[in-house]
């Protein structure tokens, strides 16, 4: 037999007991609440202890539940903090990378203006040049070291012209293409260059060591006074090169000479000057008028 979908209350034990509690309770709330409305009416000075009494039972669960909600807005305010913290980390993090962008935008800019300027100066001064253009690349992990010149045949530009920036030498055209050169990097093992020391004139041959730095040896095996700090010039000797360029610095002495570093290192010099070859021929056209300018087109 199918059982009923509705069944009243009375017909379950379980619902009769639920609905007799119910009305227990509001009747004894309702007899409660008439015999405190008569007693403050009648003993106000007793309801008032009455009160107090029930306010002193309540009150180690007031204490107890402000407790915990106090613990929970701690809890809310320092997660807070926490994610305020971290938005800030973050914008002041973004804030340095882009002041140390900036500052390293500047130095850039500072030390190519130092390099132009230098070069605009020599062009006062050294009638030997006879361009300006820009290294646009450089090999720095082959022993094969050269680099890639922003002129060519365009301004007049040929193998075996000297090629200097503004601190030093850089080496000399390799090959002069229509537009752009390669440029033999003085630290090339192929690179001889003859050298004297600043201080004294001592004569010295210089030749690329493919690493980076340069071998340092004297005319005369048997004598070795190079010392750490020692500059090194272009003596002029053998022609090619005009004389008092800088060179290198001495780092370090050694058996047969001294390990010297170039005092322009092509990796960080932009604007370079393409000088006349040191003959006879170009000495005596010292007089005429200097470089041409940079071409704007050229930068990179």
Do not use: C, W
């Amino acid at each position: 037999m199918v059982r009923p979908a509705h069944r009243r209350p009375g017909q379950s034990r379980k619902a009769q007991y639920s609905l007799f509690v119910a009305y227990v309770i509001a009747v004894t709330g309702a007899v409660a609440g008439l015999l405190l409305a008569i007693l403050s009416v009648a003993d106000p000075v007793g309801f008032a202890q009455l009160r107090i009494a029930s306010q002193e039972l309540a009150a180690p669960i007031a204490r107890g539940t402000r407790s915990v909600i106090g613990s929970i807005s701690g809890i809310d305010d320092s997660v807070g903090a926490y994610v305020a913290a971290g938005s800030q980390n973050r914008r002041l993090r973004k804030e340095l990378a882009d002041t140390r962008r900036q500052l390293v935008a500047t130095s850039s800019l500072q030390e190519e203006n130092r390099q132009l300027k230098a070069l605009l100066k020599l062009q006062e001064t050294d009638k030997t040049a006879l361009a300006n253009g820009y290294l646009l690349t450089s090999t720095s992990t082959s022993s094969r070291r050269i680099a890639l010149l922003s002129i060519g045949r365009n301004l007049g530009v040929a193998a075996g012209q000297p090629v200097r920036g503004a601190d030093g030498l850089i080496g000399r055209v390799l090959t002069a293409g229509p537009s752009v050169s390669q440029v033999l990097l003085l630290t090339d093992v192929d690179n001889i260059v003859p050298v004297r020391r600043a201080r004294d004139g001592l004569p010295a041959l210089a030749s690329g060591r493919g690493n980076g730095y340069l071998d340092v040896r004297t005319l005369n095996i048997a004598n070795n006074p190079f010392k750490p700090g020692d500059i090194l010039v272009t003596s002029g000797t053998g022609g090619l090169y005009p004389p008092n360029i800088p060179v290198a610095i001495v780092v370090r002495r050694q058996d047969d000479g001294a390990l010297a570093r170039p005092l322009a290192d092509p990796g960080k010099v932009d604007a370079v000057a393409v000088l006349r070859p040191y003959t006879p021929d170009n000495i005596e056209a010292a007089g005429r008028p200097g470089p041409a300018a940079l071409p704007v087109a050229a930068a990179p």
